[in-house]
């Protein structure tokens, strides 16, 4: 036995380079094999499915109106007297520019530069040793009036009257007239009459005074 095992180390030693060549193509060719057969029974990967994404719908932007010029005549001692087409949130101050300025006689304490202007409204810049003048928009009939100066049948319409028209109406005045014109250049027109009373300072007890004398057509 101890025999066979010397002459089996000895024929290895003497072979060892073949030996280890046979076992290296042995492992190359056990590898080929596993490759293949890993190959071939690999299952089929899932198709790749692109889909088209819908965008979700957005919000359309509710446009805002921007309210129409007004028109304000200025007269007295300025540069240029006239009527001038002017932003709708001005003040007496941009009217006095838009006139030229005031000139060398203006007595510029007797007026509010920073009052708000209304459609219609006529600022008027006395000149030194000219008395102040108590109220300087134009005259207007006493609001009890109002329903005389209209035909039988007649009614202001809210949707299309001007300021000095809405003035006439009993409860408002020149600075809510001025809020109807600037609701509805904002939100468009009123649908019902009954509508007037989202307009600020207009209340129930307002409406019940005007709704004999208003209408949306």
């Known amino acids: 036995m101890s025999e066979w095992l010397v002459a089996t180390a000895v024929w290895l ?100 530069l920073a009052e708000r202007l209304y459609d219609e409204q006529q600022v008027h810049v006395p000149a030194r040793g000219e008395p102040a003048t108590p109220d300087q928009a134009p005259s207007a009939p006493h609001k009890s009036s109002t329903a005389a100066l209209l035909k039988p049948g007649q009614k202001v319409n809210i949707n299309t009257a001007g300021v000095s028209q809405l003035d006439l109406l009993p409860g408002i005045g020149p600075t809510l007239a001025q809020r109807i014109v600037d609701y509805r250049q904002a939100n468009g027109p009123f649908g019902r009459p009954e509508d007037i009373k989202k307009v600020r300072g207009i209340g129930d007890s307002t409406f019940e005074q005007l709704q004999a004398l208003i209408t949306v057509e």
């Not at 073949?18 to 056990?30: E, G, P, R, S």
């Not at 921007?66 to 007295?76: A, E, K, L, R, W």
């Open 13 to 112: 030693e003497r072979h060892r380079e073949a030996a280890v060549a046979v076992a290296f193509t042995l492992l190359l060719a056990a590898l080929a094999m596993g490759a293949v057969l890993f190959i071939t029974h690999r299952p089929a990967a899932a198709p790749i499915v692109i889909r088209e994404m819908t965008p979700l719908p957005t919000q359309p932007r509710a446009s805002t109106a921007t309210p129409d010029p007004i028109q304000v005549y200025v007269s007295g001692a300025v540069a240029t007297p006239g009527v001038y087409a002017l932003a709708w949130d001005s003040r007496v101050e941009q009217a006095l520019d838009a006139a030229g300025g005031a000139n060398a006689e203006a007595d510029l304490t007797q007026i509010n």
